[in-house]
Nanobody, 115 residues
Framework: QVRLVESGGGLVQTGGSLRLSCAAS????????MRWYRQAPGKERELVAS????????AYADSVKGRFTISRENAKNTVYLQMNSLKPEDTAVYYC????????WGQGTQVTVSS
């Protein structure tokens, strides 16, 4: 069955870094656009970053440009989100998403940035 398993979340101080990973299985990973979303308490889920099939094309929300980097390893069926210069407003549950004609979601990983 389809599985997306996120890891790497945690508690970090302002200015710190975290690297999220999402391990995928049960579908043809390289055919899917991979995305990271986040949802803060009381807010709607928002798209943070996308990486297209080959990994050469990426897109970012304005709020994270220059600080976050999304990448993928198709051979390992894994997508990453390197998060640098973290701010308290980055605090949220981060979700991995696989998108083609359908969407698959992970269970989420909590990222908390303390001020």
């Amino acid at each position: 069955q389809v599985r997306l398993v996120e890891s790497g979340g945690g508690l970090v101080q302002t200015g710190g870094s975290l690297r999220l990973s999402c391990a995928a299985s049960g579908f043809n990973f390289s055919n899917y656009v991979m995305r990271w979303y986040r949802q803060a308490p009381g807010k709607e889920r928002e798209l943070v970053a996308s990486v297209f099939n080959s990994g050469s094309n990426t897109a970012y929300a304005d709020s994270v440009k220059g600080r976050f980097t999304i990448s993928r390893e198709n051979a390992k069926n894994t997508v990453y989100l390197q998060m640098n210069s973290l701010k308290p407003e980055d605090t949220a549950v981060y979700y991995c998403n696989a998108h083609r004609w359908v969407d698959f979601w992970g269970q989420g990983t909590q990222v908390t940035v303390s001020s």
